[in-house]
C-alpha cells in the first residue's frame, strides 16, 4: 500500500519532470529511452519523490477526507469539553488511517492508469500524469459544490467545460477545500446540540440552587462524557465519517 501510494504521488508530479530536461544542477540526471518513450532513471524518481514528499502533507490535507474527518474531530472533542483528551496526535493518527481507507480505490486507480504505464515507457509524463488525474478528478467532483466551483471558474475567469470531468485541477482542489471546510462545520455543529442541551441543564439546575461559585463546566462535564460512551459515541461519529464517503 505504501509503495502504491507513492508511486501513484509520482504519476500526479509530471511537471518535475522537466527539470531533468534543462540545464543545471540536475543535467546530469537523464531520461531513459524505452519502445520510443522517455522514462525518468532511478535517480531522477528519487530527485522527484523527495520534491513531491515535500508538500506531501498540503496535498493529504487538501485533496483528501482528512479535511473533514479533522474539522469534526476536533469539533466532538471541544463539545465533550475534555480538553486535549484525545491528544492531537491520538486525532491526527485517527485521521489519516481514515483517510488511507477511503482512498485506497483511489490512490490504486491513479498508480494503474497514471504510474505504470508511464514506468514501462508505454506513454509519455504527460499522457501519464492526465490519465492518473483523472481518478482523482472524479473524485474531487462528487464533493464539491456546484457554488464553489462557479467562484473559482468567475475568479480566474475561466469558461465552465460541458461536463464536470472536464473542470481543472486548479479549480477543483480549493472548491473541495470550501465544501469539506463547510460540510466539516455542518456536521460539527449537530455534534454540539445535544452536549450543549446538557450545558444548559446542568448551568439551569447550579443557578437555581445558588451554587454561582462552582462552574458549570466541571459539573457538566462527567455527564456529556457518560452519554457519550453509552451511546457509543466513537463508532457513531467514525462511522457516520466513513459512509458519507460512500454515498449509495
Known amino acids: 500500500m505504501k509503495s502504491s501510494l507513492l508511486r501513484a504521488i509520482l504519476a500526479l508530479a509530471g511537471p ?6 534543462g540545464q543545471g544542477p540536475l543535467s546530469g540526471i537523464s531520461l531513459v529511452q524505452t519502445k520510443g518513450s522517455a522514462t525518468l532513471s532511478v535517480p531522477m524518481q528519487i530527485v522527484v519523490m523527495l520534491t513531491v514528499l515535500s508538500v506531501l502533507p498540503a496535498i493529504i490535507m487538501s485533496v483528501t477526507p482528512f479535511l473533514r474527518i479533522t474539522v469534526v474531530l476536533h469539533f466532538l472533542r471541544q463539545a465533550l469539553g475534555t480538553q486535549g483528551t484525545p491528544s492531537n496526535q491520538v486525532l491526527i493518527g485517527l485521521s489519516m488511517f481514515l483517510t488511507f481507507l477511503i482512498m ?6 491513479i498508480y494503474h492508469k497514471g504510474w505504470e504505464p508511464v514506468e514501462s515507457g508505454q ?4 499522457k501519464g500524469f ?32 460541458a461536463r464536470p470531468s472536464d473542470l481543472g485541477l486548479m479549480v477543483l482542489v480549493p472548491s473541495y ?9 455542518q456536521i460539527g455543529a449537530v455534534l454540539f446540540l445535544p452536549f450543549l442541551v446538557i450545558d444548559l441543564v446542568v ?17 457538566s462535564a462527567p455527564f456529556k462524557i457518560l452519554l457519550f460512551v453509552l451511546v457509543d459515541g466513537w463508532n457513531l461519529v467514525v462511522g457516520s465519517l466513513l459512509r458519507s464517503f460512500y454515498p449509495t
Open 104 to 109: 485506497q480505490p483511489v490512490v490504486t486507480e
Open 130 to 161: 492526465e490519465d492518473g488525474s483523472q481518478p482523482l478528478k472524479a473524485f474531487l467532483v462528487k464533493y464539491v459544490r456546484e457554488k464553489d466551483v462557479k467562484l473559482f471558474l468567475d475568479v480566474s475567469h475561466t469558461a465552465a467545460p
Open 203 to 219: 448551568a439551569s439546575v447550579t443557578l437555581s440552587i445558588g451554587m454561582v461559585q462552582l462552574p458549570p463546566v466541571m459539573l
Open 16 to 21: 518535475g519532470i522537466l527539470l531533468a530536461q
Open 177 to 185: 477545500v470550501l465544501s469539506e471546510l463547510k460540510t466539516g462545520f
Open 123 to 126: 506513454v509519455i509524463w504527460q
